[in-house]
């Protein structure tokens, strides 16, 4: 189809900063999905490990994981004490802004997710050497909550823009809809008033509304909100007409579609699926044919700087802290960028890039540095590793391109380095005997396919049954409970237990709305199946016992249904936490790595280390 060949998002600079943005190629309606769906890295108790580190790495430390998102909002929370993911794409370069927030993660995409295609494509947990090598977290979705237009940059909802939301001296989220509401009755007050009130009282009840309305009602907003408001009342239908107040008093927040094309950079080329690779996990796929020498993707950069230090776990013997660590490579390290002559590491936060598998001589993109304008990638390039946290990844962007033509479908493949290709046979061909006085547990992405999978569904046991669950996994339920409509339930001991219902049953059309108010990381909890009705056709729906509440205080939700409960993998219990797992960085090719950021003269060396 034709939508498929235009690109859906671009990256390019933003609107607001000299930063990253990200643009929509298409109008989007609310509630559709934005891009590819990508790969969350989970990194664990990376602060907990790190304390030993100087203030100034410290600091580094520090903004880098200001580019990352919180564990809760990407459904990696039950991982550690401390998570914090790692992703790339839209989800990592789009910016904020406190007025016009258009799309936002949609949790239930990562919280419900499954892993179907991968459990059927013959990858065996078991005993596959890719266990733990690769994550369990992915697609992670960006959900329009407004109607976009064409052009028109992405604005994500960072908690931290609620800083600024206080801010009286420019307009916030409110203010705009509340003005674009106010302004609909202005049209229909004037619309019906204004010819028999003539021109001079029409204008003089404009001017009472702006003021003297406006301080009564606005208060401590009354400037900010008046600032979005013309000058007669005459312009009040044009400012409807561009889609609102936000964006007639913002229009550089919109580009034109001819300066996307040529200056921009698709970000949806690629889509995940498995990889033909044995073992490999999950795959980029070419959305569309891309011609040799075009951009699969842009990979800004993100320095991590002594990544090997900060990316070292230690493991002390509990009963004897004198005794040295065990060393443990944090799971990201499969996902970053080294150069031996360099201690530090990148993340590339590209979209998809995470994706890309190694292809040895079968790679089919290599690394070149941006060539676009707005992205200073001299200035980086020439910057030393102590300055490198100071730029900005819109300075920092490298460029996935295309060696040969590549058809929609196939996959790409990079070429990770004949270190990690040696390292990655010396692990298969050591797997088998690494592991074998290990027992090895299913995680809980097997479990769930029992009772989420495509082809089979069937109910979860209620805590009476029998059930298949190892020690390794616990349940979880998406629990949104309506306080207001309490029953009591009385017990056999003369006790009772308040029962709620789960939020209403979503209505046809409401669906996405009701049930994702549910859905959410902060109202995932451990709970007790005590009930079960329904069958596999009607759907089966459950009375559930949170484990959160305090002690003593007993309750139950009622309603609540099949596909908000799912297994969860114990806090370091997945295979990422694995001793086992294979634990390999990407190699960053001599061609395109800059000398400045060479600051290792005799280079890196392993052995020094573990
Ligand atoms: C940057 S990730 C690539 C995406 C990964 N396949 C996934 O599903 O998330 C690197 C990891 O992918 C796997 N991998 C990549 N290329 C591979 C290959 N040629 N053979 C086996 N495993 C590969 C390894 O587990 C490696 O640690």
Redesign the pocket.
């Known amino acids: 189809t034709t939508t498929s060949q235009e690109c859906g998002i671009y990256l390019a600079e933003s609107s607001t900063d000299h930063v990253l943005g990200s643009y929509a190629g298409r109008t989007y309606n609310r509630d559709d999905p934005i891009g590819s769906s990508d ?1 969350i890295v989970q990194f664990v108790d990376i602060r907990i490990n790190n304390q030993h580190l100087s203030e100034q790495d410290a600091t580094h430390l520090e903004s880098f994981l200001g580019t990352c998102w919180s564990g809760d909002a990407t459904a990696g929370m039950n991982e550690a004490e401390e998570v914090i993911s790692a992703v790339g794409g839209p989800c990592f370069s789009s910016t904020g802004h406190v007025g016009m927030i258009n799309a936002v993660i949609y949790q239930p995409s990562t919280l419900l997710r499954t892993d179907h295609d991968l459990l059927t494509s013959g990858y065996d947990e078991l005993t596959s050497p ?1 266990r733990g ?3 369990y977290y992915h697609n992670l979705t960006l959900l329009a909550v407004d109607k976009i237009q064409e052009g028109s940059e992405i604005f994500l909802d960072f908690g931290a823009e609620y800083n600024q939301y206080d801010d009286v001296s420019k307009p916030n989220i409110d203010d705009y809809r509340k003005m674009d509401e106010a302004m609909e009755k202005m049209v229909a007050f004037f619309k019906k008033h204004g010819e028999s009130l003539g021109e001079k009282a029409a204008s003089e009840v404009y001017e009472f509304m702006k003021k003297d309305v406006l301080d009564l009602t606005a208060e401590a907003r009354a400037e900010a909100a008046r600032s979005l408001l013309p000058e007669t009342y005459h312009g009040l239908q044009a400012i409807i007409d561009v889609g609102g107040s936000a964006l007639h008093s913002n229009p550089e927040v919109v580009k034109d579609m001819d300066w996307l094309r040529k200056e921009g950079y698709c970000q949806d080329n690629l889509v995940p699926g498995v ?1 033909k ?1 044995e ?5 980029a796929i070419a959305a569309r044919d891309i011609k040799k020498g075009e951009v699969v993707a842009p990979m800004p950069l993100v320095p991590i700087v002594k990544g090997r230090d900060v990316l070292t776990m230690l493991e002390y013997d509990e009963g004897d802290e004198t005794k040295p660590p065990i060393k443990y490579k944090q799971f990201l390290t ?2 970053v960028l080294e150069h031996p002559k360099s201690s530090v590491l990148f993340f590339p936060a590209g979209p998809m890039t ?5 292809g040895g001589k079968k790679a089919n993109v290599k690394m070149a540095w941006s060539t676009k304008l707005w992205s200073d990638v001299q200035a980086a390039q020439k910057a030393s590793v102590d300055e490198l946290p100071f730029f900005s990844a819109v300075d920092m962007i490298v460029d996935l391109v295309a060696t040969r033509n590549i058809k929609k479908g196939e996959e790409v493949l990079f070429d990770y380095g004949d270190d990690w290709a040696k390292a ?1 046979d010396e692990h298969v061909k050591h797997w088998k005997e690494m592991t074998k006085d290990v027992k090895l547990s299913q995680s809980a992405m097997v479990l769930n396919e029992i009772y989420h999978g495509a082809d089979t569904i069937q109910p979860f046991p209620t805590s009476s049954e029998d059930s298949l669950a190892g020690d390794n996994v616990q349940l979880m339920c998406h629990l949104l409970y309506d306080e207001d409509k309490i029953e009591r339930r009385r017990n056999q001991d003369g006790s009772r237990t308040k029962v709620y219902p789960w939020i209403p049953h979503p209505v046809t059309g409401e669906h996405r709305l009701k049930t994702d108010l549910a859905v959410r990381g902060i109202n995932r909890m451990d709970c007790i199946i005590e009930e079960r009705t329904g069958d596999e056709k009607t759907g089966y729906k459950y009375v559930v016992r949170p484990l959160q509440e305090k002690a003593g205080l007993k309750i139950l939700v009622k309603n609540v249904p099949h596909d908000v409960i799912r297994y969860v993998d114990r806090p370091y219990s997945n295979p990422q936490h694995e001793g086992h797992a ?1 634990r390999h960085s ?1 190699r960053f090719p001599d061609d395109v790595f800059p000398e400045a950021w060479k600051d290792l003269k005799d280079g890196y060396n392993e052995r020094d280390e573990l």
């Open positions: 790969a890719g090598a690769f994550t990889s690779i073992h490999a996990g999950r795959a499969n996902y995470s994706y890309i598998n190694h990655w294979f990407i």
